[in-house]
RNA sequence: GGCUGCGUAGCAAAUCGGUUAUGCAGUGGCCUGCAAAGCCAUCUAGAGCGGUUCGACUCCGCUCGCAGCCUCCA
């Protein structure tokens, strides 16, 4: 039985989907006006083994993950590049992909942009008007009137009287009330825009979420997930004007994933204290930064450090080892360790339990070589995209300069044949210095790892 | 000011009202020519103060500390 934690309720729940069998999820995906940085990443790899466990356990699931690639920022950046806007996007876009194939992460089903739903989100700004939710502001952008939706705060468990408006932010004069945001913004000279009832403009950043997820998955979906940072304004936002639109409730379960942290501090665009994917893909292999991230439950704060992805190596490198040299084979897999791994995936996806469970899978494949432990081992870990790798593979890395390593090794043997223990420990400090582990074996053989 | 969440051993990170988490590191042993890998054993815990309880790291309250949101943010 899955339980999954609800923001909305701030407790873990059982799990029932609306239909039986089938999920419709929906992610907040990214800004494409830049490379992703591990604070992305986490998104992409938490809600990618969300969507692998639920299928594995039989769930019809529909993946939604949007692009925005249309907002201020995005302008911002391809001005300074003087670059077209679409151009920028689309870069980006790739980079995207390229890291999420690098980091195990599944395509998605869906992804839409904004920029190809603008009929959907104009039409969404229509019915929130028609219904009274919406009016034009004194500068013809479009907003939407908070107090007109009585449950807004329900997500965030904030109230609009607590909320300090205008502290660090002007107030907008356009607006009727502070707390109101827009929908439609009008295009300045230059800008990019789309033709719309209220003129030219673009969306706000909330709308596209609001139109996009209804679209692709009805006004009513199971599961609706993104960073914490987005409980408020923007998932508050969208609850408000879906609900207010469609009549309906918008989503029954909110799952947000916690920050990756530097030095106890967020990692962030606007701390300008991120590392992004392709840099640390540079130091560490991809499979190494999606163990990491899964180390840590979801929803705790993952703090970022040199120390905390070598850990995450040697990790990884204990499970390849036990998985080297065990025929795998077609076989059922241990009902035991299956149970176990199961029950933490059950309790809110628990990776950090469930990688523990491996890890007792791993030890007694070690003692018992047991070709049913390593089909175990590598099935369950599927779940969490990991160890797909082959074992060699992973523990000898991807360098070359293999064959002066080899004749090293040979020479290294005949020195051992010759019980010149002199020799063969300088070739294997020689080794050593270039962080070629040797390990004997007992019939004489020597064999390597980076 | 309002609202969230967190505080576990050297580091990372979970569970759980009473029984070994787990990984890395350390120590002792087995194995090895010596190592490495592996196996066995083992040392460091639960911010502080109260309360509930036969019993609390685990539940409740308070204090302190940290992070986040209230502005774009995954």
Redesign the pocket.
Same mark, same amino acid.
């Given at each position: 039985m899955l339980k999954i934690y609800n923001t909305l309720t701030?407790s873990k729940e059982v799990f029932i989907p609306r239909v039986a069998g089938k999920v419709g999820l929906y992610v907040?995906?990214? *800004?494409v006006y830049d490379y992703c !940085?591990?604070? !992305?990443a986490?998104?992409m790899v938490v809600f990618d083994t969300v969507v692998r466990y639920l299928r594995y356990s039989n769930y019809d699931v529909t993946y939604v993950r949007n692009i *925005?690639d249309i907002?201020?920022?995005i302008i911002h950046r391809a001005n300074e590049n003087s670059e077209d806007f679409n151009a920028l996007t689309e870069r980006f876009i790739e980079a995207m992909h390229e890291d999420e194939r690098a980091l195990s992460v599944l395509p998605v089903d869906i992804e839409p942009r904004a920029t190809t739903s603008i009929p959907d989100i104009i039409s969404m700004i229509e019915k929130l008007i028609t219904n009274g939710f919406a009016y034009l502001g004194t500068n013809g952008d479009v907003f939407y009137a908070v107090e007109k939706f009585k449950n807004y705060g329900q997500l965030?468990?904030?109230?609009l009287d607590? $909320?300090?408006?205008g +502290?660090?932010?002007d107030v907008d004069l356009a607006k009727r009330n502070?707390?109101d945001?827009v929908l439609w913004k009008m295009a300045k000279i230059n800008e990019p825009f789309w033709v719309s009832p209220w003129g030219n403009g673009r969306p706000g950043?909330h709308i596209e979420c609001s139109a996009m997820s209804t679209c692709c998955l009805g006004n009513s979906f199971d599961i609706h997930g993104?960073?914490?940072? $987005?409980?408020?304004? !923007?998932h508050e936002n969208e609850i408000a004007q879906s609900e207010a639109a469609t009549g309906e409730k918008f989503v029954n379960l909110w799952m947000h994933?916690?920050?990756?942290?530097i030095n +106890?501090?967020?990692?962030?665009?606007? $701390?300008g204290n991120?590392f992004t994917v392709r840099e640390v893909l540079k130091q560490y292999r991809p499979e190494i930064i999606r163990f990491f991230i899964l180390?840590? !439950?979801y929803?705790?704060? /993952?703090?970022y450090?040199e +120390?905390?992805l070598?850990?995450a190596e040697?990790?990884l490198?204990?499970f390849y080892?036990?998985l080297r040299d065990v025929e795998i084979v077609d076989a059922d897999i241990d009902l035991e360790f299956k149970t176990r791994f199961e029950q %933490?995936m059950n309790?809110?996806f628990?990776t950090?339990?469930a /990688? %523990?469970v491996l890890?007792?899978v %791993?030890?007694e494949l070690?003692?018992t070589k047991s070709p049913v432990l390593a089909i175990t081992l590598r099935s369950l870990a599927s779940v969490l995209g990991l160890l797909q790798d082959d074992s060699e593979t992973f523990l000898k890395g991807t360098n070359d300069g293999d064959a002066e390593i080899e004749a090293q090794i040979q020479a290294?043997i005949d020195a051992?044949k010759a019980k010149n223990? /002199?020799l %063969?420990?300088q070739i294997?400090d020689e080794l050593k210095a270039k962080n070629i582990? /040797? +390990?004997?074996?007992?019939d004489g053989s020597?064999r390597w790892r980076r």
């Open positions: 701030r907040c995906g990214m *800004t !940085h591990v604070g !992305h986490r998104v *925005t907002d201020d920022k965030s468990g904030k109230n607590d $909320l300090q408006v +502290e660090r932010v502070p707390m945001f950043w993104g960073g914490m940072d $987005l409980q408020f304004p !923007h994933n916690g920050f990756v942290r +106890e501090e967020k990692m962030s665009k606007s $701390l991120f180390t840590s !439950h929803r705790s704060p /993952l703090n450090s +120390e905390s070598s850990d040697a990790g490198t204990r080892t036990a %933490a309790d809110d628990n950090p339990v /990688l %523990a890890f007792d %791993a030890r070690n003692k290294r051992k223990w /002199l %063969a420990d294997r582990i /040797l +390990e004997d074996s007992p020597t």
